[in-house]
């Protein structure tokens, strides 16, 4: 996956780079939750006056050079306890939970194109926003999902096995947005669809601020 995103990443960043400063910039607070940080760079859209940590939470160690290099650019540094990067999966809540001193310790959870490829996403979701994410913290998500067109749910569902073996598990027919709305503990939502983008298309997306009950 880092020679992937070696080839990929830059453009997916250029494509996504108004989407996240909307997103990430102007709602991220306190302790920060990237989860599959990739190379780290939504640490570049995190305003250091609001936002105390930047927790980088990725597996492959191959990518922990580059978060820290794009950490440190946008001023968050593990000298200062300002940076945390967690080499553990986002399906382990509890060792996410020791590494950040404690549970229900984030204020901000964001997930860019990360649900996508995630093992058991609808446990994980359940034990992210249930175990780390603060009463009143927010999740903050940008994911292609399955299509509600039915012809173009099939073909998701169809080109999904070939796709998710040459990129790392990620799959085209996950409603990844649904079931982050379904989860009985939001005080608000906002989901969105991604403007201009034609309902054709195989990677269908949706974004949005979801708010838990305090």
């Known amino acids: 996956m ?10 997916t960043e250029e494509n996504t780079r108004g989407l996240k400063t909307s997103l990430i910039s102007s709602n991220a607070y306190g302790i920060v939750l ?13 305003d250091r006056t609001d936002v ?3 927790v980088a939470l990725e597996p492959n160690l191959n990518m922990h050079a580059e978060i820290r290099a794009n950490a440190n ?9 300002t940076l945390l990067i967690i080499a553990y999966g986002a399906e382990e809540p509890n060792l996410i939970n020791s590494a950040l001193g404690g549970a229900h310790a984030v204020d901000t959870l964001v997930s860019i194109l990360t649900l996508c490829g995630v093992p058991e ?11 780390v994410l603060k009463p009143g913290g927010q999740v903050l998500f940008y994911e292609h999902v399955l299509s509600r067109r039915a012809d173009v749910a099939w073909w998701q569902r169809f080109w999904t096995p070939i796709w998710r073996c040459a ?26 669809s ?19 009950r305090s």
């Open 73 to 81: 650019q946008a001023g968050f540094t593990e000298e200062d306890g």
């Open 121 to 131: 996403p609808q446990e994980v979701m359940r034990g992210l926003v249930g175990e």
């Open 194 to 212: 991604k403007e201009d983008e034609p309902e054709e298309h195989l990677w269908w997306h949706r974004g949005g601020k979801l708010v838990k």
């Open 34 to 46: 990237d989860l599959g940080a990739g190379y780290g760079n939504t640490a570049h859209y995190l």
């Open 167 to 192: 990129f790392d598990g990620c799959c085209l027919d996950r409603p990844t947005d649904i079931w982050l709305e379904e989860l009985d503990v939001w005080e608000s939502r906002d989901v969105w």
């Open 2 to 11: 880092t020679h992937v995103w070696a080839k990929f990443g830059k453009g």
């Open 52 to 54: 105390t940590k930047y």
